[in-house]
């Protein structure tokens, strides 16, 4: 077989792909990602960097955060941009962008004890990210994780691997027709079932920790190297480690910003989400000192209000009932800064 | 550099420019060189470990060839195992001797710190130990001459579509197909390009769509339930068998490119009636490296007038139980070879019985014959998917005490990842048994179709093939 034929054979292929690849490219990054639904997570990043309603009050932090501000019963122009996964590391790049605008409203950030968390077993969401490159803040974000690769801006090839994500978000519809929306909230309708199934995984999960731990101390030589990854798993999961770097942004971000006003909303905890906490004297001196230390900002905990178990969903996210519970008693504490 | 990486297509889009561009007398140079950029990709340093591997064989075989009878190349046999075993023995399996060998002493309560490495593991280390072991093997029992030219030799060392895991090839199969000139003809540029789009597809659309799930359960050992972890060990077989063998399809169809054909690894080994005949489609040049060079020296070292069921059955066990230990040096390794090993003498005990040997002939026992087994196997893979043996115990426990067959259960957590894998699964039976029709009737449309289930279904699961490890 003659030399151009056998490239004429290989390279059309490989041209055959790449034409497809940017195909679907193409379809994706004009048509099917700009029209996720309003609250999915890129539409909501796409949001914040270009809403510019200077009244527009913005509430960051996890799943947490999505599943428990209800934004309706908290005040006109709150937004929910709570994305599940997402840990101050997540967060921060949303608020640098948000402290770049033109706007003095104040800024709610829900916490919780992992909120501050840095650990190599975080993950985040590129899919989320992608789509925003060309922000300098989510680029660099990224980057310090180890998560950015040049491929993700070759056109063809940057969406690989997640175009089941952004389709995911056209097939949820016909999954979760049960769930509530409102202003980027995502809220789950009451279900104690689900609440029980998943009570009994926290309780195993505190079980194991509590087995690995007592094989550490009792017979070190048998806890090996996977035995002490799961632990340093569980602890991170269960205890208040905050990273020093992550505080330490946040403090420069309310020091360099002072005329906005931080609220960081400790929202209520199921029991046993706080029974499995060992440490959460820690976490109030922690919320104490952090006041005091930022006199632009104002700590509401509500950590210990007893809701009954029907208004969570799990033993970390409030349901419909829990959210709107919740978001009543924050309006009233939010009056002084709305 | 992985294959399913932008790095890697553009690698090899350079590389069957190039070579076919320069004359075969200077091909096995810039094969060699492209060989050692791709195992560089992972740690550069690696790359003495194995030009020591390689000089060190090619000096053995040399020498070999220099010696008139075995008993004077025993001498230089022994110095290439005892340098690639001792290389692999250090990277791979210091640390879990000296650490079982605390555990054992601190029993008699004697307690000493080994010092312990924290060492990467070369990537394809065992591959590419077990191809030079062979080649000095078949040079001292002169099955094949030795090769006197070092670079001919360093690229069957190094050859980079099978460097990382496998096939493994021997020296009599790979070397002349190296140094000949090939003559790629229409149909090696159509099956190279067919197998290397099916590699794809099995790992970016099946093995990494299954991983999802599969590891959200695997990594969750206390809360998942029993019927989660059935679904997780059926998809972990089809995940397993996607990856390694989609890595050896993109290895074969390269390769063919070249005009270069490697050994088949798999025949569809997920429907089978027997662990022997599991073994013999999965993995087949590691089985047939075994039962070279393991199996069939330890049978003939007992006459065979003097063996009998249990010599075979200790030989059986121990070798298996070797192939599990040559995947990892942990102790659920150990269990699955010991399994597969324990399985087998069963099997082949039970198959004496006059009574098996009627039911073999019944078609309906031969159907069943293949569900057992294949579910015999994913019980099985428990084993070799968990993280340790407490694990393992934590898995079977929950599997027999947590067993609800309720959808609820099910689809608790990880709907959508469950839901996109069978569909995959399905997708992959599909492919496997109406490819080759499909792909003669209408090329151009099985490659497209291909072409867009990579580029839409595919995942972007940076991870390494699983086999990468071993």
């Known amino acids: 077989m003659e030399k151009w034929q056998i490239y004429k054979k290989i390279f059309s292929v490989g041209l055959a792909a790449y034409l497809i ?50 934004c309706d019963s908290i005040g006109p122009n709150v937004y929910n941009y709570g994305m599940a996964g997402s840990l101050f ?22 916490f919780d004890h992992h909120t501050f968390l840095y650990s190599e077993l975080i ?94 101390s009792t017979d070190p030589t048998l806890f090996n190297l996977s035995d002490s990854k799961r632990l340093n798993f569980l602890e991170a999961l269960f205890n208040f480690e905050p990273d020093s770097t992550n505080v330490a942004r946040f403090e420069g971000l309310m020091a360099g910003n002072i005329n906005r006003q931080f609220v960081l909303v400790y929202s209520p905890q199921n029991w046993s989400k706080l029974e499995g906490l060992e440490n959460y004297e820690e976490v109030i001196d922690f919320l104490v000192g952090l006041e005091a230390r930022n006199p632009n900002l104002k700590i509401l905990d509500y950590s210990l209000v007893e809701f009954p178990d029907t208004y969570y969903r799990d033993s970390g996210h409030m349901n419909i009932l829990g959210a709107k519970a919740f978001s009543s008693m924050l309006r009233k504490d939010l009056q002084p800064y709305l | 550099m992985i294959f399913n990486s932008l790095e890697f297509l553009i690698f090899f889009f350079v590389t069957i420019l190039v070579y076919f561009s320069i004359p075969h007398r200077y091909r096995w140079m810039f094969l060699l060189a492209g060989s050692y950029y791709f195992y560089m990709c992972w ?34 046999l022994l110095a290439s195992v005892f340098v690639n075993l001792g290389v692999l023995f250090f990277f791979k399996y210091y640390n879990f001797f000296t650490h079982n ?54 690229l069957y060392v190094t050859y980079f579509p099978q460097l990382v895991a496998g096939p493994i090839e021997r020296a009599g199969r790979l ?94 080994p997920m429907w089978v009636h027997s662990f022997r005949e599991f073994w013999s489609k999965w993995h087949i040049s ?45 102790w659920t390794f150990v269990a699955f070879g010991f399994y597969h090993g324990f399985m087998m003498v069963i099997q082949r005990l039970l198959g004496k019985l006059s009574i098996f040997k009627k039911l073999n002939k019944n078609m309906w026992y031969y159907f ?56 995959v699964s399905h997708l992959l039976i599909y492919t496997l048994y109406f490819g080759d029709s499909l792909k003669f009737k209408y090329n151009w449309l099985y490659i497209f179709a291909m072409l867009f289930l990579i580029m839409f279904f595919g995942q972007d699961y940076k991870d390494n093939f699983i086999y990468f490890q071993f």
């Open chain 1, 21 to 70: 690849a940017l195909g679907i490219d193409l379809f994706f990054d004009k048509y099917a990602i700009p029209n996720q639904r309003h609250f999915s997570n890129v539409r909501k990043i796409d949001r914040l960097i270009n809403d510019t309603n200077p009244a527009e009050i913005p509430i960051f932090g996890s799943s947490v955060a999505r599943r428990g501000y209800f």
């Open chain 2, 43 to 76: 740690k550069v340093e690696y790359v003495l470990l194995i030009m020591f591997s390689t000089v060190v064989d090619f000096w053995a075989g040399v020498k070999m060839s220099e010696q008139k009878t075995k008993k004077e190349r025993r001498i230089y």
């Open chain 2, 368 to 423: 069943l014959s293949g569900v057992w087994n294949s579910q015999l196997i994913i019980f099985g893979i428990v084993f070799f998917r968990a993280q340790d043996i407490q694990d393992v115990y934590t898995i079977f426990y929950h599997l027999v005490t947590d067993f609800r067959l309720s959808t609820g259960e099910i689809f608790l957590a990880y709907r959508f990842q469950l839901v996109v894998s069978v569909l």
């Open chain 2, 175 to 268: 070397l002349p197909q190296l140094r000949q000139e090939p003559n790629v003809t229409v149909d090696d540029i159509r099956y190279g390009i067919n197998k290397i789009l099916l590699g794809f597809f099995k790992k970016v659309v099946v093995a990494d769509t299954l991983a999802t799930f599969v590891d959200e359960v695997f990594g969750n050992v206390a809360g998942s339930t029993g019927m989660q972890f059935y679904l997780a060990m059926c998809l972990f077989a089809i995940q397993i068998y996607s990856d390694f063998s989609g890595y050896t399809d993109i290895a074969i169809g390269t390769a063919r490119l070249m005009g270069v054909n490697l050994i088949e690894n798999f025949d569809r």
């Open chain 1, 123 to 216: 993950q985040l969401d590129l899919s989320n990210y992608i789509p925003h490159l060309e922000n300098d803040y989510i680029k660099t974000m990224m980057v310090e994780h180890g998560k950015y690769d040049w491929s993700y801006e070759v056109p063809g090839c940057r969406y690989f691997g997640r175009y089941m994500d952004y389709s995911r978000d056209f097939l949820k519809p016909k999954f979760e027709k049960e769930e509530y929306i409102n202003c980027g909230g995502v809220f789950y309708p009451p279900r104690e079932k689900v609440f029980q199934r998943y009570l009994v995984k926290r309780t195993e999960m505190l079980k194991k920790k509590a087995e690995l731990r007592d094989k550490k």
């Open chain 2, 286 to 330: 590691l089985t047939r490296w075994i039962r070279d060079y393991m199996y069939r020296p330890m049978l003939n070292m007992v006459p065979k007038w003097r063996r009998n069921d249990i010599w075979n059955a200790f030989v059986t066990i121990s070798v298996f139980t070797a192939i599990g230990f040559w995947h990892g040096a942990k």
């Open chain 2, 101 to 154: 060998t605390e555990v054992l002493l601190s029993q008699f309560n004697i307690f000493h710190d080994f010092r312990e490495f924290d060492l990467l593991l070369p990537v394809g280390i065992s591959f590419y130990t077990f191809q030079t072991l062979s080649y000095s093997i078949d040079v001292y029992r002169g099955d094949i001459k030795a090769e006197k030219h070092l670079g001919y030799f360093a």
């Open chain 1, 89 to 110: 590391n997540a967060i921060y790049p949303l608020l640098q962008i948000e402290l770049d605008k033109d706007k003095d409203s104040p800024i709610i950030m829900d």
